[in-house]
């Protein structure tokens, strides 16, 4: 079983928005670093995004100021929302607790017109 499923993605427009949902299968968002990761298709998968236990967020440059990571630890569910989307962030999207090696299968997100 894997620890978390990923969901939300889809198509949209460029600047358009989405928010992916990282919701805790066999294990839990609380307490934990949890991270967001996304592969565009003929790249290596790439860090997006880190939320630390007291709420501290980090970002890669491309996305600071359009994206932010958070945690509902009552729905054991981290998100990510998405904003002024562009067609370069067309990837799969996936999240998983720092320090892990286990993926999920990750969520489709296609920015185009």
């Known amino acids: 079983q894997v620890p978390f499923v990923e969901s939300g993605g889809g198509l949209v427009q460029p600047g358009g928005s989405l928010r992916l949902s990282c919701a805790g299968a066999?294990?839990?968002?609380?307490?934990?670093?949890m991270t967001w990761h996304r592969q565009a298709p003929a790249k290596a998968r790439e860090w997006v995004a880190t939320?630390?236990?007291?709420?501290?967020?980090f970002y890669t440059d491309s996305v600071k100021g359009r994206f932010t990571v958070s945690r509902d630890e009552a729905k054991n569910t981290m998100y990510l929302e998405m904003n002024s989307l562009q067609p370069e962030d067309t990837a799969g999207y996936y999240c998983?607790?720092?320090?892990?090696?286990?993926w999920g299968q990750g969520t489709q997100v296609t920015v185009s017109s």
């Open positions: 998983k607790k720092h320090g892990t090696s286990t």
């Open positions: 066999g294990d839990s968002v609380s307490d934990e670093i």
């Open positions: 939320l630390f236990p007291g709420g501290a967020t």
